[in-house]
């Protein structure tokens, strides 16, 4: 019988994760403080982030960096992730290519995000925190950080976006059996709620606005830091555990990736996967191609500008080098709620304008008829974010097909959409429909 699923054992697992600036040519360059424009510096962060953490984003020269054995520990409840062959889903395109899914929804809170909310509350705790903030929009980030400060034994503030708060209901519950304290973002806690909603009383919340009143409220409350599931460089690195696991599980099938791809929102399961690979790429010339799969509403990869912008709407972070819509920019309210972020983060900004990595956008509809397929053929509901990796994956296996190769193609199944089902009702009811932007719309949000 063919293999289908490849698992390390616990004695096999990462014990450090990998951290590519190490081994980049160009560097990302650096954060800048607003007021003065001079690089930003580890400790300028520690009033906001952890220092462990601190330290991680701006750590440039360690190609490898230990993961706490505690935090190896948690891994071990649900790590390895299975490295799966998508017999089915070949079966299904038709296609001569290899597909495999790294996947990554068996986490206990069905995403990729534990991998670094776990790492995060552990720092912090060792630091004699005690308590968490943070934002989160369809909630995939609050309830992994609601977990992992359960674990760490730390109080979890999660500001959620006001219309998933309203329309996604089962991940705040989730949230709060954990523990944590959920507040509908904009809210009357922050000034810079008070200032948005005194401006538009009727304001449905965007993940900028939630950044800007975790981060306020880590600011004002003593032993309180901030913490951030996506974008920054630390994050990313804690998410390499993913591609280190699957370079072994790659091995254990006998093959090796043509082509590594991943959905997009401020890339770090895209950059978990990824890395590990691109090592080979940066140092010994190997051929395989990346590929970030990003929504069509929200593309800042494949129409954005490269430049210093802020990571929040209100301009509370510091200055980032990156990839951008603009920070006021408004993506559309598509289900992909994890991808609706308007900037990416520096890594991955600058592996873009190297040329070691491409980007691919995918609208909605492609997505969720990408995503149903895959349900069909290998029984797991994807996460609305996942469909779009999906529909990347299909889209070169169908290339393979026309030109009969079978290239070893390896994505990143980031978690299943078993809390989404109101997205895949309105997708089957034929309610959705397809945003792109017009050039004139994308030059607005990056002018004003
Ligand atoms: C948050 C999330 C994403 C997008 O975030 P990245 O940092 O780009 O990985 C993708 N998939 C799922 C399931 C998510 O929860």
């Known amino acids: 019988m063919k293999q289908k699923r490849f698992f390390l054992s616990e004695a096999e697992l990462p014990t450090q994760w990998y951290n590519i600036q190490a081994d980049m040519v160009n560097k990302p360059m650096p954060l800048l403080n607003p007021a003065t424009r001079q690089p930003i510096k580890p400790e300028d962060l520690y009033p906001l982030f952890a220092e462990e953490l601190s330290r991680q984003e701006l750590n440039q020269t360690d190609r490898w960096i230990d993961i706490p054995e ?99 209901p089962y991940r705040r519950s989730i949230m709060q059996v ?101 090592r080979h790429k940066i140092l010994e010339g190997k051929k395989t191609r990346f590929i970030a799969a990003e929504p069509a509403s929200c593309p800042k990869l494949t129409k954005g500008k490269f430049e210093y912008d802020f990571g929040d709407e209100t301009g509370y972070t510091p200055l980032l080098p990156m990839f951008t819509l603009g920070h006021k920019f408004r993506p559309a309210n598509i289900h992909a709620g994890g991808l609706r972020y308007h900037g990416a983060g520096v890594i991955v900004s600058q592996l873009l304008k190297d040329g070691l990595m491409e980007a691919v956008d995918i609208n909605q509809l492609e997505s969720f008829k990408a995503g149903c397929l895959f349900a069909k053929a290998e029984g797991i509901i ?46 089957l009811a034929g309610n959705l429909v397809n945003y792109s932007l017009s050039d004139e719309e994308i030059a607005r949000n990056l002018t004003e």
Not at 119 to 128: I, M, V
Not at 201 to 208: A, E, F, I, K, M
Not at 389 to 395: E, K, V
């Open 70 to 168: 505690k935090v190896r520990e948690m891994y071990t409840y649900y790590r390895s992730t299975p490295l799966v062959r998508a017999y089915g889903l070949e079966k299904a395109i038709g296609t001569p290519a290899h597909i495999y899914f790294k996947n990554e929804s068996v986490s206990p809170v069905g995403s990729h995000k534990l991998n670094s909310a776990l790492a995060q509350a552990y720092y912090c705790k060792q630091e004699g925190v005690t308590n968490v903030t943070t934002e989160t929009g369809a909630g995939q980030w609050g309830t992994a950080l609601a977990y992992a400060a359960r674990l760490f034994g730390l109080e979890a503030a999660v500001f959620q976006v006001k219309i998933s708060y309203e329309q996604k």
């Open 382 to 427: 994807p996460a609305p974010e996942s469909c779009h990796a999906i529909a990347a994956t299909i889209r070169e296996a169908v290339k393979c097909k026309e030109a009969g190769e079978s290239k070893v193609i390896l994505f990143n199944l980031s978690g299943h959409g078993l809390v989404d089902m109101t997205s895949y009702d309105q997708y």
């Open 178 to 278: 954990f523990g944590a304290q959920v507040i509908p973002s904009p809210s009357m806690t922050t000034r810079a709620g008070k200032d948005i909603l005194t401006r538009d009383p009727n304001h449905q919340g965007s993940l900028g606005t939630a950044i800007s009143e975790a981060v306020e409220l880590a600011q004002m409350t003593p032993n309180c830091k901030y913490t951030l599931g996506s974008v920054l460089s630390h994050v990313s690195l804690h998410q390499t555990v993913i591609g280190l696991e699957a370079e072994k599980q790659m091995e254990m099938a006998g093959e090796y990736p043509d082509m590594v791809i991943a959905c997009f929102g401020g890339g770090s399961n895209f950059g978990g996967i990824s890395f590990p690979f691109m």
